[in-house]
């Protein structure tokens, strides 16, 4: 292979990480699994290597089939954890990494960019768990990247009415799901009058913020303290977020892109103890997902998180 291939070759592995994350949730397994296809395709002898028109395809179907394995063994892992599972928060450096290397953004299309932005998000994140696995990559692969489903049926190993029907089913569960954008500024300031709140441990005021069936879950993974189940209720939330602020003094809290939308970042003597993303419905939180499991930071340690 010469060098200009092998350049190209690798020049594929925004795409892939874009495709992994997407079905993973998990920026380690994802790097793992575009790791996995990378090796596949290396070990192959040089001679199927050159009968494969398209490399990037090949990568691509490969990295759809190994996160589709992760995702079947995932289901097991996620029993057994501590608490709720929530997909890795990712910071703004991680998410511009994530977007380089092609994707439909390249077409110019902006209805293309905003489904891929959309399909980053904790809230979009969090709906896709609720598929099969084989829902998770039909829909992603179709509806996000635009991929035929004659393609698709190559990871799937199904005939490609079959993937199309898996791809209707995940749209549902997305629509039925699907909370409007919150107008332009407002989840901004949603979030930034949360934090105001919070930091006063003011509850009546975050009572005001968050919809009265608002629900916030957290993740500790069993290695910090987090609450196990989903808190429900606005009244219920804001008690325990001032509970927190009041177990932990020095507490700062910083305002940051989490998955694209803004969220909070909460630090302890220089360190990322939480981070929190928030859906907005009506002017109010509706949804915060809290991430605080301490392997699940570690994008956020970076000066330029």
């Not at 808190?231 to 809290?253: C, F, H, N, S, T």
Request: hydrophobic share 45%.
């Amino acid at each position: 292979m010469t060098d200009r291939s092998a350049a190209r070759l690798a020049a594929e592995r925004g795409q892939l990480m874009n495709v992994a994350y997407r079905l993973l949730g998990s920026l380690t397994e994802s790097e793992d699994a575009v790791q996995e296809a990378y090796a596949r395709w290396y070990a192959l002898p040089r001679s199927r290597q050159d009968e494969i028109d398209s490399p990037g395809a090949w990568l691509t179907t490969v990295t759809g089939r190994v996160c589709l394995d992760v995702l079947g063994s995932a289901r097991a892992r996620r029993e057994r954890y501590v608490g709720a599972w929530l997909p890795d928060p990712v910071p703004a450096h991680a998410l511009r990494e994530l977007r380089l290397g092609g994707d439909p953004a390249d077409s110019g299309d902006p209805a293309d960019r905003l489904v891929l932005d959309e399909s980053v998000t904790m809230a979009f994140l969090v709906v896709l768990e609720s598929m099969t696995p084989a829902e998770r990559v039909a829909f992603v692969l179709h509806d996000v990247f635009r991929y035929p489903f004659a393609e698709i049926a190559d990871v799937l190993d199904r005939s490609a009415a079959a993937c199309k029907q898996l791809a209707a089913s995940a749209r549902r569960r997305v629509r039925d799901a699907h909370t409007p954008a919150p107008a332009a500024g407002q989840a901004a300031r949603a979030v930034r009058q949360v934090k105001e709140a919070w930091e006063t441990k003011n509850i009546a005021a975050l009572v005001d913020l968050l919809d009265p069936a608002a629900v916030l879950t957290a993740d500790g993974g069993g290695l910090v303290g987090a609450a196990l189940r989903p808190i429900e209720g606005g009244a219920r939330i804001a008690q325990y977020m001032v509970a927190i602020a009041d177990k932990a003094p020095g507490l700062a809290l910083v305002e940051q892109s989490v998955n694209g939308t803004p969220g909070l970042v909460a630090q302890r003597a220089g360190a990322v103890m939480t981070v929190a993303s928030f859906e907005i419905t009506d002017g109010r939180v509706s949804r915060i997902w809290a991430v605080r499991n301490p392997e699940k930071l570690r994008p956020w340690t970076r000066d330029d998180a």
